[in-house]
């Protein structure tokens, strides 16, 4: 099998929250696109192990990806081990992304920057013709892109995510465990049930207004930031200025 673009996320919403917009995008443009969590997201304050994964899969389907893949390397603790590295390098292999989109190297949940290791490193071994264990041909990337979550970055480059906004509050929308507040959810976790950021208007509020000042570096409603560790190969410079210059103003 062969994935234009394969989007990594520690926990079964992180793709969804970082760079769900972008691949709803890709998938308008043709690309194929697959989605993959690192873990069942088992430590998560509200909801079971098996409604997450159900509503992991719908949110993936959302997105347009063509397949949903859930490994089990430890939430709320995210392993680094030979087995973790194993079975992502296996699955690198296996859908020989051309691209992959991976959580930030700098974040307030200790599980992303873990899981920002392991995928920057996976992608690399994945590659090694001699790195034995996994299955599959040797297969590395060509562009692997780290997406925002909690911490605000610098971006190396922003998505305009405008035109599938409301595609994407869809696709966050089907966790609903964890976003009883997400528009069209309507749901009101019980009276004792323990207070948790994502579960709370103000969060969803900060989904909006993050993407809002992303968009309005690059002069567009909303977009969704990423970061590169290294330099991009541009053949044409044109195509980095689609839009014409602001007039006036500041």
């Given at each position: 099998?062969?994935?234009?673009?394969?989007?990594?996320?520690?926990?079964?919403?992180?793709?969804?929250?970082?760079?769900?917009?972008?691949?709803?995008?890709?998938?308008?443009?043709g690309r194929v696109t697959a989605?993959?969590?690192?873990?069942?997201?088992?430590?998560?304050?509200?909801?079971?192990?098996?409604?997450?994964?159900?509503?992991?899969?719908?949110?993936?389907?959302?997105?347009?990806?063509?397949?949903?893949?859930?490994?089990?390397?430890?939430?709320?603790?995210?392993?680094?081990?030979?087995?973790?590295?194993?079975?992502?390098?296996?699955?690198?292999?296996?859908?020989r992304p051309r691209v992959v989109?991976?959580?930030?190297?700098?974040?307030?949940?200790?599980?992303?920057?873990?899981?920002?290791?392991?995928?920057?490193?996976?992608?690399?071994?994945?590659?090694?013709?001699?790195?034995?264990?996994?299955?599959?041909?040797?297969?590395?990337?060509?562009?692997?892109?780290?997406?925002?979550?909690?911490?605000?970055?610098?971006?190396?480059?922003?998505v305009d995510v405008t035109p599938?906004?409301?595609?994407?509050?869809?696709?966050?929308?089907?966790?609903?465990?964890?976003?009883?507040?997400?528009?069209?959810?309507?749901?009101?976790?019980?009276?004792?049930?323990?207070?948790?950021?994502?579960?709370?208007?103000?969060?969803?509020?900060?989904?909006?207004?993050?993407?809002?000042?992303?968009?309005?570096?690059?002069?567009?409603?909303?977009?969704?930031?990423?970061?590169?560790?290294?330099?991009?190969?541009?053949?044409?410079?044109?195509?980095?200025?689609?839009?014409?210059?602001?007039?006036?103003?500041?």
């Amino acid at each position: 099998m062969t994935i234009d673009v394969l989007a990594i996320g520690a926990h079964p919403d992180d793709v969804e929250l970082g760079c769900g917009g972008t691949l709803l995008r890709l998938g308008q443009a043709g690309r194929v696109t697959a989605v993959l969590s690192l873990t069942r997201g088992e430590a998560g304050t509200l909801g079971t192990t098996e409604q997450r994964q159900v509503e992991a899969q719908a949110g993936a389907e959302r997105l347009g990806a063509r397949e949903f893949v859930m490994l089990d390397c430890g939430d709320g603790g995210l392993r680094r081990d030979q087995s973790s590295e194993d079975a992502l390098i296996s699955e690198l292999r296996r859908l020989r992304p051309r691209v992959v989109l991976g959580p930030p190297g700098f974040d307030r949940h200790p599980d992303h920057e873990r899981a920002h290791r392991l995928v920057r490193d996976c992608c690399y071994y994945a590659g090694l013709g001699k790195r034995t264990g996994p299955g599959g041909e040797p297969h590395r990337p060509s562009l692997v892109l780290w997406y925002m979550l909690h911490d605000p970055v610098a971006p190396t480059l922003v998505v305009d995510v405008t035109p599938i906004w409301d595609q994407k509050l869809a696709a966050i929308a089907a966790h609903r465990s964890q976003f009883p507040a997400a528009p069209g959810n309507g749901i009101a976790p019980p009276e004792d049930a323990p207070f948790t950021r994502a579960s709370s208007r103000l969060f969803w509020d900060a989904i909006e207004g993050r993407a809002r000042h992303f968009g309005l570096m690059i002069g567009v409603e909303r977009g969704e930031a990423f970061v590169c560790d290294r330099p991009l190969a541009v053949d044409d410079l044109v195509l980095l200025a689609p839009r014409a210059p602001e007039e006036g103003g500041r």
